[in-house]
């Protein structure tokens, strides 16, 4: 089974500086994807970046990158120029494409979050 | 274009009673899932609906909770014989194919008193 962990239940980061949060996942797959989530007061889960398990070049999307470390099953997120709008839970999730695998299929696997704070 | 809808965005219950959750999806998109998220558990997943395969319902935590999706569009969670420990806020979510990025609705808050 796959499990996620995200050991920092909280962090905070003053606007403009740069602020990583940690994740580290467990799975038997060869193939799968990564994700980072973000979860404002809204509740609305945002998309902020993925990684798919095969490619070794980091994912970045504008501010975001992550430090995808394949062999040592981690995948963390780098904010930069952190703006008070992060503020926000950040959810690591894991998935493996369809395939014949049997069980789940393609459902999010979800660490307990991170609650970033950005201050201004 | 819209974004996965759900409705309604708060409800309250009283233990006992069964209620309806639905979620509209992104059109075209084929698979559907939903998930619980509560303090105690964080995120779980519940129920996967892709096309008019089976849906996987591994997730599920116990027979007072059902899931159809009619024409491969919307989807209801139904919840019977609501208990308090059900509070929670559902969350579904759609995607164009299995395994890729999924598109969350603004969830559904449910108390259950």
């Known amino acids: 089974a796959q499990t996620v962990t995200q050991s920092q239940p909280e962090m905070s980061v003053q606007e403009a500086e740069t602020v990583t949060l940690s994740c580290t996942y467990d799975t038997s797959e060869n193939n799968y994807y990564l994700f980072w989530y973000k979860q404002p007061p809204s509740r609305q889960m945002i998309l902020v970046i993925r990684?798919?398990?095969?490619?070794?070049q980091n994912a970045t999307e504008n501010r975001f990158s992550v430090n995808f470390q394949k062999a040592a099953k981690s995948f963390s997120l780098k904010i930069s120029d952190s703006q008070l709008g992060d503020t926000a839970m950040y959810f690591c999730?894991?998935?493996?494409?369809?395939?014949?695998?049997?069980?789940?299929?393609?459902?999010?696997?979800f660490g307990k979050g991170t609650k970033l704070s950005v201050k201004p | 274009g819209a974004g996965v809808s759900q409705s309604p965005s708060n409800k309250v219950t009283e233990k006992g009673k069964d209620v309806e959750l639905r979620c509209d999806p992104i059109?075209?998109?084929?698979?559907l899932y939903w998930y619980r998220q509560s303090l105690g558990q964080g995120l779980e997943f519940l129920i996967y609906f892709q096309g008019n395969s089976a849906p996987d319902k591994s997730g599920l935590p116990s027979d007072r909770f059902s899931a159809e999706r009619t024409g491969g569009s919307v989807s209801t969670l139904t919840i019977q014989r609501t208990q308090q420990e059900d509070s929670a806020v559902y969350l579904c979510?759609?995607?164009?194919?299995?395994?890729?990025?999924?598109?969350f609705g603004p969830g559904t808050r449910l108390t259950v008193l």
């Open positions: 990684q798919e398990a095969y490619k070794q």
């Open positions: 059109s075209g998109h084929t698979a």
């Open positions: 999730a894991s998935t493996r494409p369809r395939g014949n695998y049997g069980g789940s299929q393609g459902n999010l696997i």
């Open positions: 979510a759609s995607s164009p194919r299995t395994g890729g990025e999924q598109f």
